[in-house]
Every structure is written in C-alpha cells, then in structure tokens.
C-alpha cells in the first residue's frame, strides 16, 4: 500500500486513553488481531473511523485503535474463517478470539478438566 492510501492510525490504551503510538498501517487491524509496537503486543478491542468534511462529503481522516496489552494466544483454532482463543470443539469456548471460556478463560485448553 502506498503512503497515499495508508492512513493515519491512533493507538489508544483502552483503561487510561493513552495514546501509544501514531503509526501508518499497511492493513487494518479488527478487533481480535493483535498488534506489535516497539516490543509490545497488543489485543485489539476496538476501532473507531474519524471523518473530516472536505469538499461537500465526509472523507475517512484516520482510525484510532482501542488496544490494551496482551500475550498472543498458543491455541487457536479456524472456525467459519476467524480464529478464535482454544480448542473450538469444546462446548465451553467462546468462539472468540478475544476470550477463551467462561470456565477457564486464562487456559490453557490442553489438561483443563472442564474440556469436552
């Protein structure tokens, strides 16, 4: 992606509304993904567009990131084409890719007593 069509991203610590970083992206992060900054890794929780009105239309200005830190996840399955945190075919995971379970949300899935 050219430096034209990158847009202008805000990464915001989501508990303190810290700004971490102002960066370019070449891609766009959902919430779910994870992202590296300066050897921290972040979950992203949210993103939000910011609009400018420029000549009788709203154009997309630049995005902020709504983040907190995390550790990549060492279980993931592919369900429906989005991996989400732990073993899908447990009948306690979340499908998500931001929370495990209700039962052992921390993990890991592997040895955990409540697995099916």
């Known amino acids: 992606m050219r430096e034209a069509e990158s847009l202008p991203t805000e990464v915001i610590l989501t508990r303190s509304h810290e700004v971490v970083a102002k960066i370019r992206l070449d891609w766009t992060p959902q ?12 979950a992203v929780l949210e993103r939000r567009h910011r609009y400018h009105l420029q000549f009788g239309r709203y154009q997309l ?8 830190p995390a550790t990549r996840p ?6 429906d084409g989005q991996w ?3 073993d899908a075919t447990c009948k306690y995971n979340a ?4 929370i495990r ?16």
């Open 31 to 42: 919430p779910g993904n994870y992202l590296d900054l300066e050897g921290n890794t972040y």
């Open 61 to 68: 200005h630049k995005i902020a990131l709504y983040v907190q």
């Open 74 to 79: 060492d279980e993931q399955s592919l369900i």
């Open 84 to 86: 989400v945190i732990g």
């Open 95 to 98: 499908r998500s890719s931001l």
């Open 101 to 116: 379970c209700a039962v052992h949300p921390t993990g890991p899935c592997e040895g955990c007593k409540f697995r099916s």
